[in-house]
T-cell receptor, first 110, second 112 residues
Framework: DAGVTQSPTHLIKTRGQQVTLRCSPKSGHDTVSWYQQALGQGPQFIFQYYEEEERQRGNFPDRFSGHQFPNYSSELNVNALLLGDSALYLC?????????FGSGTRLTVV | AQSVAQPEDQVNVAEGNPLTVKCTYSVSGNPYLFWYVQYPNRGLQFLLKYITGDNLVKGSYGFEAEFNKSQTSFHLKKPSALVSDSALYFCAVRDSSYKLIFGSGTRLLVRP
């Protein structure tokens, strides 16, 4: 049974560009959350998707947006990238049994 | 607001000795608490969770955690540390909207 899959694993972007990160949840999991983990810090909640709608949102600007598809996979989009957006972006899928995290996408903004 | 605190940035222990990684929480209502481990350049791996029931929770890789309601603590423990346990450990609490709120993390270093 595949766990949570994220792509790409690493990404380098220039300030001002836009980026899309992708996540496929664990089989049977219908809720997807995205977290940002800056270097040396704990993960911070960005938002959560369920039934293709954003259900919860953390303290992140509108430059961060997302989408969930009918197969429960999800995308995280970040516009107008800033140097401070450099981080590990983690996707987590949830079922009654708990939360499963992917290995993350390491985004570097230069 | 829900929160967790991990008071130690780093814990050092010799292989074979017991280890404890501390976590305290602040929640309204019943706490749903979790421990995750993160190895370099990897995502988070689930270790254990407390929802309700016994105060001593058994988890993966020989880890356990003790829930103490009066002290609002959820410390991670292992009777005998391994060098391979060296990693970054995160305590988290689930809030009413089902999102996880993480502590700042504790780096565990097990020396041979």
């Amino acid at each position: 049974d595949a766990g949570v899959t994220q792509s790409p694993t690493h990404l380098i972007k220039t300030r001002g560009q836009q980026v899309t990160l992708r996540c496929s949840p664990k089989s049977g999991h219908d809720t997807v959350s995205w977290y940002q983990q800056a270097l040396g810090q704990g993960p911070q909640f960005i938002f959560q998707y369920y039934e293709e709608e954003e259900r919860q949102r953390g303290n992140f600007p509108d430059r961060f947006s997302g989408h969930q598809f009918p197969n429960y996979s999800s995308e995280l989009n970040v516009n107008a990238l800033l140097l401070g957006d450099s981080a590990l972006y983690l996707c987590a899928s949830k079922a009654i049994s708990g939360y499963t995290f992917g290995s993350g996408t390491r985004l570097t903004v230069v | 607001a829900q929160s967790v605190a991990q008071p130690e940035d780093q814990v050092n222990v010799a292989e074979g000795n017991p280890l404890t990684v501390k976590c305290t929480y602040s929640v309204s209502g019943n706490p749903y608490l979790f421990w995750y481990v993160q190895y370099p350049n990897r995502g988070l791996q689930f270790l254990l969770k407390y929802i309700t029931g016994d105060n001593l929770v058994k988890g993966s890789y020989g880890f356990e955690a003790e829930f103490n309601k009066s002290q609002t603590s959820f410390h991670l423990k292992k009777p005998s540390a391994l060098v391979s346990d060296s990693a970054l450990y995160f305590c988290a609490v689930r809030d009413s909207s089902y999102k996880l709120i993480f502590g700042s993390g504790t780096r565990l270093l097990v020396r041979p």
